[in-house]
């Protein structure tokens, strides 16, 4: 996306009734899902940047960008379709399904040394997010979170379902709250192949303090299974999310892999916007 279209975004994005509101504590850039569906006529559309740098390889680069639009269908219903492309070392994409193991089983010597270079794959979604309870008293905010994706890349297609489980509850409500988010989800590749791992667990928890209406703090741990072999998926985040004068929010995280088999590093930098009431 060129400057001039992202500038032309913000300009555009509308400023809501809901500025004077505590911004969000659990979205995007942050591997976390918030359990609130969003309002029926109310929709959002967020793009994501992010960088990888892999631990082991030849190639230890990885660039991906993903965008995603959430839409209020009905009373704690919510309609999300997503895309996401990624270029480079797509083994530390693979936990997220961004891409295609570039054989299946034993690979040839020539297979392998393709498996060696920059490679480049995506994903396509569609999901329902439905929201069981309000966050109320002593009662935490609950959601189901279901997801179908198609995944391509250098090898062949493939297709997965997920279920997710999603929990948030705000302490201190009012101005500047505290918020504690977990997600437990299940994924299963829908067309599995033979050394393929069929079912892959995942859970995120996260941690965000609102130090000003419009900026938040916050603390993320992403744990998911990989393919055999692999270790899980473990890593730590850091960052901010902050709430420009217009309504759109702009996030910045920053993350270190706790294992081998997790990226060194990562950058993740979102733009969201507003659409509708």
Known sequence: MSRRVLALLLLAAPATAAQDEPIELADDPFEITDPIAAAPGTA????????????????????????????????????????TGAYGNLETRRRLGTAVDLTDGDALPQQKEERERARAGGTSGLGLLYQLSEDRGAAPAVGLLGRLRTIYGPGRTAYEAEGVALVG?????GRLPLGIHANFGWTTRIDPQPGDR??????????????????????????????RGDRDFSLLQAGFRYRLPNGAVVGVAGG??????????????AVQFALGN
């Open 169 to 173: 509850k705000t302490f201190r409500p």
């Open 44 to 83: 959002e559309i967020g793009f994501v940047g992010a960088y990888e740098r892999a631990r082991q390889g030849r190639i230890r680069d990885t660039g991906a960008i993903q965008t995603e639009y959430e839409m209020g269908v009905l009373p704690r219903l919510e309609l999300r379709l997503g895309q």
């Open 198 to 227: 069929t079912n892959r667990y995942l859970f995120n928890a996260s941690i965000g303090q609102a130090v000003t209406s419009d900026l938040a703090l916050v603390l993320t741990y992403a744990l998911s299974q990989q393919e």
């Open 256 to 269: 270190a892999g706790l294992n081998r088999d997790t990226p060194a590093l990562q950058i993740s930098v």
